[in-house]
Nanobody
Framework: QEQLVESGGGSVQAGGSLRLSCAAS????????MGWFRQAPGKEREGVAV???????VTAESVKGRFTISQDNAKNTLYLQMNSLKPEDTAMYYC??????????????????WGQGTQVTVSS
C-alpha cells in the first residue's frame, strides 16, 4: 500500500505561481508512474501531467508550457511547478501512483494509489 500526501496548494491571482508537492511513504518497488490530476466542481477529473520511472513525461495541452512535472527519487517526492496560472486552473489537484507501465498516460482510471488532494484557487 502506498500513501501519498499532497501539499502546496493555495489561492493566487491570475499570472501567479504555485509549486505542489506529493510525498510518497515507504518504497514501492513496483511503481512505474506518478502523475497529477485535477477536478474542478461540476467537471470530470482530468490528467495534468505524468512522469514515468525513467523520466518520460506526458503533459496535457491545456497546461503545456506553463506547468512542469518533476520527481526527486531520493526524497520520494513528486512536484508540479505551476506558472502563469489562470482562473480555469482552479481545481482540487491530486497526486497518483501506478504500478503498471500502461498507466503512464493521462488516464486516472489506470492509477492505483491516490492522495487526498490539495486545493488550488486562481482569481482573476
Amino acid at each position: 500500500q502506498e500513501q501519498l500526501v499532497e501539499s502546496g496548494g493555495g489561492s493566487v491571482q491570475a499570472g501567479g505561481s504555485l509549486r505542489l508537492s506529493c510525498a510518497a511513504s515507504g518504497y514501492n518497488y513496483r511503481r512505474r508512474c506518478m502523475g497529477w490530476f485535477r477536478q474542478a466542481p461540476g467537471k470530470e477529473r482530468e490528467g495534468v501531467a505524468v512522469i514515468d520511472a525513467v523520466g518520460r513525461i506526458v503533459t496535457a495541452e491545456s497546461v503545456k508550457g506553463r506547468f512542469t512535472i518533476s520527481q526527486d527519487n531520493a526524497k520520494n517526492t513528486l512536484y508540479l511547478q505551476m506558472n502563469s496560472l489562470k482562473p480555469e486552473d482552479t481545481a482540487m489537484y491530486y497526486c497518483a501512483a501506478a504500478n503498471s507501465w500502461s498507466a503512464c498516460v493521462l488516464m486516472g482510471s489506470r492509477y492505483d494509489y491516490w492522495g487526498q488532494g490539495t486545493q488550488v484557487t486562481v482569481s482573476s
